[in-house]
């Protein structure tokens, strides 16, 4: 069955439909060697591309894991760089799956990874608000004036974000674990946010996306969603 040309390419976890709409627009897209157009309706016998790639309908079947992704990977499916990637990571997975957002290359921690676009799309857009707690290790004692700043509308890169939920987790021999919940979840967020209140991090970690959580998943490891935890994803 056809369908438009934008929620072919959400389904593909390529971009969300208003992306690719914005694409669309561009010329950047091409059906069976033809630029499309917005509204366009295209099935599994047209070739799809974008960028030079060809783009194919991952399985009918929708699949969802998580990832511990250990420090030093990039959350990407390939880098032109030559860095190790979270694709490394997931090639036992007899689907094509992608991650849900992004983690930067010194962070770790859950990574949610699937081929449903829609469900994507869900949990990467701003207005879902799905809170993820972060760890973040600092070096040395953080003091209550610190706290504070890190607790209001800060300024990054020109934009003021909305206040975060900011706690101690625990006091450990070298530094304080800070607990963050976030529900913007902007480029290096906490980084940037711990640099404004001179605060070294040493390490940090996603736990919990909404009511998935991280649980005892060791690094590197993948582990299949199940019933109820994709239940409570398609009902974001």
Do not use: W
């Amino acid at each position: 069955m056809k369908v438009r040309l934008q929620k072919y390419l959400s389904d593909c976890g390529v971009m969300s439909r208003r992306k690719a709409e914005e694409e669309i627009k561009k010329g950047n897209i091409t059906v069976n060697n033809k630029p499309c157009e917005l509204g366009q309706k295209v099935d599994d016998s047209d070739v799809v591309v974008y960028n030079g790639k060809i783009i194919e309908r991952t399985s009918d079947q929708k699949k969802y894991y998580i990832l511990n992704k250990p420090r030093g990977y990039v959350t990407t499916m390939s880098d032109e760089r030559g860095r190790k990637c979270i694709a490394d990571l997931v090639r036992d997975i007899p689907e094509r799956v992608y991650p849900v957002g992004r983690l930067d290359l010194n962070s770790e921690g859950l990574v949610i990874l699937t081929n449903d676009g829609e469900v994507a799309n869900r949990l990467m857009h701003p207005s879902g608000e799905v809170e993820k707690i972060y760890l973040c290790k600092i070096r040395g004692r953080v003091t209550e004036e610190q706290l504070e700043k890190l607790r209001s509308p800060l300024v990054l890169d020109g934009y003021t974000i909305k206040p975060v939920q900011v706690c101690i987790e625990k006091i450990v021999e070298d530094g304080t674990v800070l607990r963050f919940a976030l529900k913007e979840g902007r480029n290096r967020q906490i980084r940037k946010m711990c640099e404004l209140c001179e605060l070294d991090v040493m390490r940090l970690k996603r736990i919990s996306i909404g009511k998935i959580s991280l649980g005892g998943l060791h690094a590197g490891a993948i582990l299949e969603l199940d019933k109820k935890q994709i239940d409570y994803l398609k009902s974001i």
